[in-house]
């Protein structure tokens, strides 16, 4: 009776320990299929057609991303970027009533950075996140006259209004008075300190101009201005900070929205002053108040980009038909490579030729890989090499279908959806090698279901949990619509190697474990 009911959960241990194994196995080994009461071993091909090439992307849509960010990359490869940020603000109490003689008293502007707080003891600390770069950069502070409308009034304010990350000049052809300058700015991992007894956790915190605010906001007590949001929004159209470098040097920071706010304190009289003491007079006892306003309606960023002209010449020479020798991918409004498996349709029947081969070997298709390269000839290596690549459908602009099934999403986003999107393996020298993309039930469904045989884009990711989508402002070849809005904030890049590498070693192809059942 023991070996009767323990031998089945022994098996489905084992079987457990062999499907976790081969997560985890190298690439080039080969695995055994059962069918029925046979044995097959599995066979393995990278002789398959793969065509593979880079587009530098048209403007993308930058209002609704997951997180936005400002200031000045240097990528060792790209070269600089600087990332400018619009927002408007929105009141955190409508219709207020400042009462009498109201007057600012200070106004202070808070940016949070994303961060881990690290206690020990009574001691508290904070890791910094997405902080890149050290040098410093100057920041001028905008009042925007550019109205960001929520609907687009070219299908009938129906749909969503999108902006693009090339919209630089529309929004600076529209600044109002310069507010502030911040110069010499450097992201700092120390928590900010209010008072003796409240700090609060890193990020860009200053104090603006108090008489703007008196006669921009206290002004305005009981006005129709103040009286709702859509009113505020159009009246006070937000900020826009303008990043400055004087050299390609600097530092780019993302920030948390949902914690940012812009405060005005005020100090005001009440009914009942008397009417012998001049109104604001200092011997008149005077109470405390504040606006609050937050971050949390349109916000926007444009980058402005200084690309090689070696790598924009390359761009700008792709072969679509036969692929290149390097891919080049990078974040933001950056470059995409596009994937195309299985070859040319020469009978032009709509379904490749090669793949139409495969569909009647009816192979079982057990693991099937892309392996990318890192082009060490042409990356430095190091901390700025990208840790994550995704790949995604072009054509339906979704993630494929190992993404779902990958047993390792609920871990951090470094390290999330592992299996399906491997993290950059690096060499004993730190230096980036390849990423291994495993694409097992994508191509088991195009070979055995006749899934759509789609092109497929790589492109860099922040984090490869955010799932979301954003637009490209026009129809891009082969069909890409839209892109991972977790590639848009991302601000590295780097090149691998093509399917037409010179180095055979390092090249591009379609690694496939299957089952032959004839």
């Excluded at 079982?364 to 190091?382: H, P, R």
């Amino acid at each position: 009776m023991k070996i009767k009911y323990t031998l089945p959960k022994a098996l489905a241990i084992l079987a457990l320990i062999i499907a976790f194994a081969s997560c985890e196995e190298d690439f080039n080994t080969i695995g055994v299929s059962i069918i029925g009461n046979e044995t097959f071993q599995s066979e393995f091909t990278d002789s398959l057609s793969v065509v593979s090439y880079s587009r530098k992307l048209l403007p993308v849509q930058t209002n609704g991303l997951p997180v936005y960010q400002m200031g000045v990359y240097n990528d060792p490869i790209y070269g600089k970027r600087t990332i400018n940020f619009l927002s408007q603000l929105t009141l955190n109490n409508t219709g207020p009533n400042f009462e009498i003689a109201p007057r600012v008293d200070s106004v202070v502007l808070y940016l949070p950075y994303f961060s881990t707080e690290i206690t020990e003891g009574e001691e508290v600390t904070y890791e910094l996140d997405s902080i890149y770069g050290d040098a410093p950069i100057n920041i001028n502070i905008y009042e925007s006259n550019y109205f960001l409308r929520e609907f687009d009034p070219n299908t009938g304010f129906e749909d969503p209004q999108n902006y693009y990350s090339n919209q630089t000049s529309i929004f600076e052809s529209n600044l109002g008075e310069l507010i502030h300058r911040i110069e010499d700015f450097k992201p700092s991992e120390d928590a900010i300190v209010i008072n003796d007894t409240v700090s609060i956790r890193p990020g860009l915190r200053t104090k603006l101009p108090k008489e703007f605010f008196q006669e921009k906001i206290l002004t305005k007590s009981g006005s129709i201005e103040l009286i709702n949001n859509n009113n505020f929004r159009d009246y006070f159209r937000g900020l826009y900070f303008q990043v400055e470098s004087t050299n390609d040097e600097g530092n780019l920071f993302m920030m948390d929205l949902e914690e940012a706010s812009l405060t005005v304190h005020f100090s005001f009289q009440t009914e009942g002053t008397d009417v012998f003491e001049a109104p604001g007079s200092d011997t008149i006892e005077r109470f405390n108040g504040e606006v609050g306003m937050s971050f949390n309606a349109i916000s926007v960023n444009t980058y402005e980009d200084d690309l090689p002209v070696n790598i924009r010449q390359d761009l700008f020479e792709q072969n679509l038909q036969e692929g290149e020798e390097r891919l080049y991918v990078r974040g933001g409004d950056g470059i995409i490579s596009v994937i195309e498996l299985f070859g040319p349709d020469l009978d032009d029947d709509g379904v490749a030729d090669e793949l139409e081969d495969l569909r009647n070997e009816g192979w079982i298709i057990n693991e099937a890989n892309l392996i990318f390269y890192v082009d060490k000839n042409q990356v430095t290596g190091g901390d700025q090499e990208p840790e994550r690549l995704i790949i995604y459908d072009t054509k339906n602009s979704t993630v494929l279908a190992d993404y779902g099934l990958d047993i390792t999403s609920n871990l951090d986003p470094v390290d999330a959806v592992n299996v399906h999107l491997g993290r950059l393996q690096r060499g004993s020298d730190d230096n980036g090698e390849f990423y291994k993309i495993r694409i097992t039930n994508h191509v088991s469904n195009v070979i055995n279901r006749d899934s759509t045989n789609v092109p497929l884009g790589l492109i860099v990711s922040q984090n490869v949990l955010e799932t979301g989508f954003q637009d490209i402002e026009n129809i891009q070849a082969p069909g890409i619509e839209e892109l991972p809005a977790s590639s848009i904030v991302s601000p590295e890049g780097t090149i691998l190697h093509g399917n037409r590498s010179a180095n055979s070693d390092r090249r591009l192809k379609l690694q496939l474990f299957y089952t032959d059942p004839e």
